[in-house]
């Protein structure tokens, strides 16, 4: 299939800065908006993006990428006043890279496609640092034929591209990696937390168990933040709350008893009712010692 050469990127926060900068160093032609105007202006003057005055603008290149905080953002971006869906037009391509819920992905595809538009859920994980360096994986659910099309904008943004199933099923994914990703950097907080009341040597607790059964990505990544309580956000607790909750709400719909889950959403409302919704997720530590 013929690749795209030019696309609209709408969102451009911690992650979407990043992806849509590696878009422009793969060649593509990128029509940048932001709700925060400098933020594409700062796109345009470093990587050569074009800023597009309106979501509607952007999307007038055949094909957008949305990259926000939830559904309400996506539908707003895509369906409010000057939304993209106006600017796409039959035979247009929409595709959600933000975290929402598999129904709200499989709502806005219906929608979309009243108006002959293609739309992918196409969820990302790898934080900050892999959006930086365009290795993310990317989760994809919808059309094989449209997955086809869009390939060369994800390989552009990521190392590991999959078609995971049909629409709403790359959302779903996501939600439950980060749901273990969550409960996983929970777990290593708790283990830090008793070490640090037992007057361990932190560094050689966590070489121990880097080594041993206990090891994870999580423990690479969040372990050294937590014995610091260095919370630069990579990814934000509230984004990463709002995922657990939406994951929780589909095992609910699917009549399941997700206690581990519902373990983690506890300490993490707790975190973000101390103020930590900005910080990185890490500072569930916060909570657990």
Known sequence: MERPERVGFVGLGIMGSRMAANLCRAGFEVHAW????????????????????????????GIVITMVVDSPE??????????????????????????????????????????GIAFLDAPV??????????????????????????????????????????????????????????VNTAAVAEGIAL???AGLDLDRLVDVVRAGSGASAMLDLKARPIIE?????????????????????????????????????TLYAAAEEAGRYDDDFAAVAEETG
């Open 229 to 265: 309580r260095d919370y630069e956000p990579l990814f934000k607790l509230g984004h990463m709350l709002k995922d657990v909750r939406h994951c929780l709400a589909e095992a609910r719909a699917a009549g399941l008893d997700a206690r581990v889950a519902a373990a983690a959403e």
């Open 195 to 197: 070490g640090r009341s």
């Open 74 to 115: 996506v539908e707003a971006v895509l369906f409010g006043d000057d939304g993209a869906a106006a600017g796409l037009g039959q035979g247009g391509l929409a595709i959600d890279m933000s975290t929402i819920a598999p129904s709200a992905s499989r709502a806005v595809a219906d929608r979309l496609g009243e108006r």
């Open 125 to 182: 994980t790898g934080s900050k640092p892999k959006a930086e360096d365009g290795t993310l994986t990317v989760m994809v659910g919808g059309d094989a034929g449209e997955f086809e099309r869009a390939r060369p904008l994800f390989e552009a943004m990521g190392k590991l591209v999959l078609h995971v199933g049909p629409q709403g099923h790359g959302s779903m994914v996501k939600l439950i990696n980060n749901t273990i990703a969550a």
């Open 34 to 61: 932001n709700r925060t105007r400098a933020r594409a202006e700062e796109l345009a003057e470093t990587h050569g993006a074009i800023v597009a005055p309106t979501p509607r603008d952007a999307a007038e290149a």
